[in-house]
């Protein structure tokens, strides 16, 4: 099972993956709030760790930004000892609230209670896909630009879908073609080049997280409004 670490401490980052791994858990180590919602987006995880007072992006910005896009379960770890930053963190939807300094035997036990509770053992939390100004809902495949529901045909659903679940990465159009209409289809590469365009109409005015990538091919671009 895969587990987020995100603290902007390095000594606590390396106490945790030593503590984690030895239980045989795949960890992440996140040292800034940015850089664990790029993750998040990227990657599949059973559970999130993070501190409150992350570089970059706090704790509770980086929580607000998980929940748009699964329901995967998430422990505090934090140096705050108000009561009221506690209850907002449970309010936010954390599965736990874990004080620093923590007690390494305990937030075992805690980390295995919550993921036998939630079941993931085996099953990953379903993900949306959230970026500013598109939503895309892949339990009922609906998808909204600036909370406007698009129709996009079941070939401009998939592609977008692959392109946003790796923000960033560039695909060929062999590789869509492959991806999308499967290895034994025949078609050209035209074939990706107008079904970009048609999605790209329908996601107006968010058309430019489909970026071309010049003699290659797409990727999605998560960042391009900045």
């Known amino acids: 099972m895969r587990i987020m670490v ?4 390095e000594l606590t980052r390396r106490e945790l993956h030593t503590l984690l791994s030895k239980e045989g ?10 850089t664990a919602i790029k993750y998040f987006r990227r990657y599949e995880y059973h559970l999130v760790i993070l501190d409150l007072l ?17 329901d995967t379960p998430f422990i505090v770890l934090s140096a705050i000892q108000d009561e009221n930053t506690i209850v907002k963190a449970f309010e936010l939807g954390a599965e736990d609230y874990i004080r620093k300094p923590y007690y390494p035997r305990e937030l075992l036990a805690r980390v295995k209670v919550i993921l036998q509770r939630r079941g993931t053992d085996r099953e990953l ?47 060929s ?33 968010r058309h430019q997280y489909i970026a071309t990538v010049r003699g290659f091919g797409y990727k999605f671009d998560e960042f391009y409004y900045y």
């Not at 858990?25 to 940015?34: A, E």
């Not at 499967?182 to 329908?202: E, F, N, Q, S």
Request: net charge negative; proline share 5%.
């Open 6 to 9: 995100a603290d902007g401490d």
């Open 25 to 34: 858990y795949d960890v992440d180590l996140i040292s800034d709030g940015i």
């Open 54 to 70: 992350l570089p970059e992006l706090d704790g509770k910005s980086v929580i607000l930004q998980l929940r748009k896009i699964s």
């Open 125 to 171: 939390p379903r993900r949306n896909l959230s970026f500013e100004g598109l939503y895309i809902d892949t339990s009922s495949r609906k998808v909204f630009v600036e909370d406007r529901i698009v129709n996009l045909t079941p070939k401009e659903y998939d592609l977008l879908v692959l392109l946003a679940s790796s923000p960033n990465q560039a695909f």
């Open 173 to 205: 159009r062999e590789m869509l073609l492959d991806e999308i209409w499967g290895p034994d289809y025949y078609g050209t590469d035209r074939t990706v080049d107008t079904h970009i365009k048609t999605l790209r109409d329908a996601l107006r005015p």
